[in-house]
């Protein structure tokens, strides 16, 4: 079985500060990790993705994230906030590659201060 | 490419009530997802569908829930009889896996809030 841990409900971080929402995963083979984002009445946006490869993975909108084997992690970041990017933010999680469906987290609350 | 489609975008109906929810594939995608979110559970995988043949409905909830996929274009959720324990968003999915391009993002449409009185 394979499952997504979001240990922060709501994150709470000043425009043009630094942010990180965290993610951790459980799976039995290789991970596929993705991480979406949801607006109020919106579907949810594909931000990112690892596979394979380098450990740093770049996004949409200025986001990335890094991939920890060891800490079987997955963290969202962004180097400068912005009041935008305040929304619900999804990470999830797929075994081995198989076209299987996407096991998510219960997702963390961004909120950006002005 | 006008992404995933979802149809209604709400839908309201009275328990009892049968309950038909409407998804349009990105083209080309073979693969087809249904995901339902709620407060309580978050986002739970339904069904999928891969070139149009279901291969996992474990996360069905119930007998009441029923999915087709008639054609590559063209998916149905359908509910019968709708319960208010049913009320959630549901949302459609799609990807493409084919033959190992690992362009295997799914894509999300804008989902369908569909309230149980």
């Known amino acids: 079985a394979q499952s997504v841990a979001q240990p922060e409900d709501q994150v709470n971080v000043a425009e043009g500060n630094p942010l990180t929402v965290k993610c951790t995963y459980s799976v039995s083979g290789n991970p596929y990790l993705f991480w979406y984002v949801q607006y109020p009445n919106r579907g949810l946006q594909f931000l990112l993705k690892?596979?394979?490869?380098?450990?740093l993975v770049k996004g949409s909108y200025g986001f990335e994230a890094e991939f920890n084997k060891s800490q079987t992690s997955f963290h969202l970041k962004k180097p400068s906030a912005l009041v935008s990017d305040s929304a619900l933010y999804f990470c999830a999680v797929r075994d081995g590659g198989g076209a299987d469906g996407l096991t998510f987290g219960k997702g963390t609350h961004l909120i950006i201060q002005p | 490419d006008a992404g995933v489609i979802q149809s209604p975008r709400h839908e309201v109906t009275e328990m009892g009530q049968e309950v038909t929810l409407r998804c349009k594939p990105i083209?080309?995608?073979?693969?087809l997802f249904w995901y339902r979110q709620t407060m309580m559970r978050g986002l739970e995988l339904l069904i999928y569908f891969n070139n149009n043949v279901p291969i996992d409905d474990s996360g069905m909830p119930e007998d009441r829930f029923s999915a087709k996929m008639p054609n590559a274009s063209f998916s149905t959720l359908k509910i019968q009889p709708s319960e208010p324990r049913d009320s959630a968003v549901y949302f459609c999915a799609s990807s493409l896996v084919g033959s190992g391009s690992f362009t295997d993002t799914q894509y999300f449409g804008p989902g369908t809030r569909l309230t149980v009185l």
């Open positions: 083209s080309g995608h073979d693969y």
């Open positions: 690892y596979i394979t490869g380098d450990n």
